[in-house]
């Protein structure tokens, strides 16, 4: 979350009805998750030759490989024969090289997506079985962070793709980062309530106690100093709660605060470096850096009223390798974090469906949901 100018006026929210209303979930499944490049994962969580993530979008499926040759790959997850799913699991490894329908057997090559073998008795004269590859998804891996489109024309351009970039990332090497934790929920909501959670800290005295005392400006509703009208005020106090950034003797997001060590030398110079760093790219994923890790946070619709979120915590080899890294207060403190939100996403959702009001109204503080509204409706 950059700075920015808060909303002089309170403006409209989006209407009710396009956080569960079919048809408009269905234009914004055409118009923008079929269009825009979207997360997938880290790299090095697919390090084994053969393995294979698959992940929904809506009533898509793609499967996300690594060839037996270290390639990367996606398709869609359908085979040619007549569209059963062909890689089940959410996360697995093939046997070989081949990807192998589970319902008649149609093989194809995992590396280029030809049809290798059908089972009928005999192929038809008219049947080619060049006419039956797997429809390959495009992709870019971009730092070690797999980027897929379903657009085979789409162009990767950074600048488009993120709307909050931080150079700092580029000093990271985040390809070299091993994915030392995954974790996944399904949540009751449509996608842009996440998103809009994701967006403003007018709910996190309220719901987020330990994020409130971990980074007390967040204690204070706001996520950036200038957020306050009175900011200039207080520039001069010392405090936290005044200047943003981690409590006093606070390192990480963590339990208890502490970084356990091998902290990125390069953020620790950043004499400026509040503690963390936030990178956004719409719609599917943010970033979060951390001195000791990172966190990705992808975000897809299974359905209109369906989210399911994942998160990755990336560390570098050195911090995996430590046995004295305690991983699990990082992870905990994030999911304790998270299943707040997803808490209060499905109370929102949860009140949408209400015929008599049109639409709810944003205040102030909520200028990055304004910001996230006004590119959803230049999309659709
Ligand atoms: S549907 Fe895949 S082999 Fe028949
Ligand atoms: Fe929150």
């Not at 090095?44 to 790959?73: C, G, H, M, Q, W």
């Not at 995996?320 to 992870?331: A, C, Q, R, T």
């Not at 939100?341 to 008599?356: F, I, M, T, W, Y």
């Amino acid at each position: 979350m950059t700075s920015s100018h808060i909303l002089e006026r309170s403006v409209k929210s989006l209407p009710l009805k396009w956080y569960y209303d079919d048809k408009h979930h269905t234009k914004e499944v055409s118009k923008i998750w079929s269009k825009e490049w979207f997360y997938a994962c880290h790299e090095n969580a697919l390090k084994e030759p053969l393995s294979y993530i698959t992940v929904n979008i809506d009533n898509f499926n793609v499967v996300v490989l690594r060839d037996k040759n270290n390639s990367l790959v996606a398709y869609i997850n359908t085979c040619r024969h007549r569209g059963s799913i062909l890689c089940k699991e959410k996360q697995g490894k093939l046997k070989s090289n081949l990807l192998t329908c589970p319902y008649h057997q149609w093989a194809y090559n995992a590396s280029d997506g030809r049809l290798i073998k059908t089972t009928s008795i005999i192929d038809p004269k008219n049947f080619k079985k060049s006419d039956h590859s797997l429809v390959k998804v495009k992709m870019k891996v971009w730092h070690g962070l797999i980027f897929l489109n379903f657009n085979n024309k789409a162009k990767w351009d950074l600048k488009k793709v993120f709307v909050d970039y931080s150079s700092a990332f580029n000093k990271l090497n985040v390809e070299d980062y091993e994915v030392g934790h995954v974790w996944s929920k399904t949540i009751n909501c449509n996608w842009k309530i996440f998103w809009e959670n994701y967006s403003e800290c007018l709910h996190c005295p309220n719901l987020h106690p330990e994020l409130s005392d971990l980074v007390p400006l967040y204690g204070r509703r706001l996520v950036d100093i200038k957020d306050d009208p009175q900011w200039k005020k207080f520039i001069n106090e010392k405090d936290p709660k005044f200047q943003g950034g981690l409590k006093n003797g606070a390192e990480t997001w963590s339990m208890d605060g502490s970084a356990q060590g091998h902290k990125t030398k390069y953020l620790e110079d950043q004499k400026d470096f509040p503690g963390y760093i936030y990178m956004t790219t719409w719609p599917s994923m943010f970033l979060a850096i951390f001195t000791d890790h990172i966190r990705t946070v992808r975000i897809l619709p299974l359905g209109n009223e369906t989210t399911e979120v994942t998160a990755e915590w990336l560390f570098t080899s050195k911090t995996i390798n430590d046995k004295n890294y305690k991983m699990k207060s990082v992870v905990d403190f994030s999911v304790t974090v998270m299943e707040q939100d997803g808490e209060a996403c499905e109370l929102n959702q949860k009140g949408v469906h209400n015929p008599s009001i049109k639409s709810g109204v944003l205040m102030p503080e909520e200028y990055e949901i304004k910001k996230f509204h006004d590119w959803l409706k230049r999309k659709i």
